[in-house]
C-alpha cells in the first residue's frame, strides 16, 4: 500500500467544481472514477483545494492510498491515458503515509483573468471575466495593498462556508497588465468560500470608481458580506500552486 501524491491540471468549464457531489458531475468524481478502471480499486481522492464550478487549476494537489503495482515513473501516463481531454495528470510521487493534500497545505496562490477590452474573445471566454468598459489600473493597484496582511475576512465569505474561523493571512496580492488582460495573483495561507472571487468583484468596483480603496478599511470591519462588491465570474479563476 502506497500514499501517492499528483500533480493535476484541469479545465473546470464543464464541471461542478471539484468536490464530489451526488447530482452533478465533478472533478472528484471523475478521478476516482479513472482510478477505479486504472487500478481495479475503490480509492478516495483528497484534495488540497475544493475549486468551485468552472474554476480551473494548473496545480491542483491530491493524494489517495492505492495497492496498484503501476511504477511510479509510470503513474502519471497511465491514468492520464483514461481521463477526458480537459484532466492531465502532471506528476505522481510516493509521499509519508500520514500526508494529507488539504491539511499539510501552508498556501495557496491563485490567479484572477480579466480581458479588459471592448469585444470578448470567442478562444477567451472560458478562462477570463470580460468587462468592457476600461478599470482604473492605478486605482486596482493601490487598492490591493490594503487587503495585504491578516484581518478577519467575513465580508468576503460567501454564505454557506464551514471555516472554523474567518481570519486569514493574505501574504500578497498584485495586479499585472499585459496588453488587454488584467491578471489579480494572490497568495495567502487559506481561503474562506469563494473569498477570492469576493475579493475581485470588490476590486472591480474600486477600478470602475463605484467604491474607493479607503472603503476596504470599512468593509473589513463591517464583517458584512454586504456591504462588499459582487461575486465575479468563475471562468477568471485558477489555482496556479499548493505550497507544502
Not at 59 to 88: G, H, M, R, Y
Not at 127 to 147: C, F, G, P, R, S
Not at 201 to 218: A, C, F, P, S
Request: charged letters at 25%.
Amino acid at each position: 500500500m502506497r500514499n501517492l501524491r499528483a500533480l493535476v491540471e484541469y479545465d473546470g468549464t464543464n464541471y461542478h467544481g471539484f468536490q464530489r457531489q451526488p447530482n452533478a458531475i465533478t472533478i472528484q468524481e471523475v478521478l476516482e472514477t479513472s482510478l477505479a478502471d486504472l487500478t481495479g480499486e475503490d480509492l478516495e481522492i483528497i484534495g488540497a483545494s475544493r475549486t468551485d464550478s468552472g474554476v480551473h487549476a494548473l496545480a491542483q494537489v491530491v493524494n489517495f492510498k492505492t495497492e496498484s503495482p503501476i511504477p511510479i515513473e509510470k503513474f502519471a501516463f497511465a491514468w492520464t491515458n483514461v481521463l477526458p481531454d480537459d484532466i492531465l495528470i502532471k506528476k505522481v510521487e510516493k509521499v509519508s503515509w500520514d500526508f494529507h493534500a488539504r491539511y499539510f497545505a501552508t498556501g495557496k496562490i491563485y490567479e484572477y483573468h480579466i480581458l479588459n477590452q471592448r469585444l470578448p474573445s470567442v478562444f477567451e471566454r472560458n478562462y477570463t471575466h470580460h468587462i468592457k468598459k476600461k478599470l482604473n489600473y492605478k486605482d486596482l493597484v493601490e487598492a490591493a495593498d490594503y487587503l495585504v496582511g491578516t484581518y478577519d475576512f467575513t465580508s468576503f465569505q460567501a454564505a454557506g462556508c464551514g471555516a472554523n474561523t474567518t481570519v486569514r493571512t493574505i501574504n500578497s496580492l498584485t495586479v499585472q497588465g499585459i496588453d488587454s488582460k488584467l491578471i489579480f495573483r494572490i497568495e495567502g495561507d487559506a481561503f474562506l468560500y469563494k473569498m477570492v472571487r469576493n475579493i475581485v468583484g470588490t476590486l472591480i468596483e474600486i477600478g470602475q470608481g463605484k467604491l474607493n480603496k479607503d472603503n476596504l478599511v470599512e468593509i473589513l470591519a463591517a464583517k458584512d458580506r454586504t456591504v462588499a462588491g459582487p461575486t465575479a465570474p468563475a471562468c477568471g479563476l485558477r489555482l496556479i500552486k499548493v505550497k507544502y
